[in-house]
């Protein structure tokens, strides 16, 4: 497992930020998503054998936001 700790841009409600988490967490291979609107990061823990990194910016910039 890895874990990881991306900045997001912009979220601006909870919802935002339940909407990232959820939608994360339905990726297969990720374990754990939480994302917390007042610092604007988003932790994921992901088995790095089934996604990368680079899929869950792009799940996320599917949303609108910017995930770096
Ligand atoms: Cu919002």
Redesign the pocket.
């Known amino acids: 497992m890895e874990k990881i700790e991306m900045d997001i841009e912009g979220?601006?409600?909870?919802?935002?930020a339940t909407g990232i988490q959820m939608l994360v967490s339905q990726m297969d291979g990720v374990k754990l998503a939480f994302v917390d609107l007042n610092t604007k990061k988003g932790t994921f823990e992901f088995d790095p054998a089934k996604v990368t990194k680079d899929q869950i910016i792009k799940e996320i910039e599917g949303l609108g936001y910017k995930a770096k």
């Open positions: 979220m601006h409600c909870g919802a935002c």
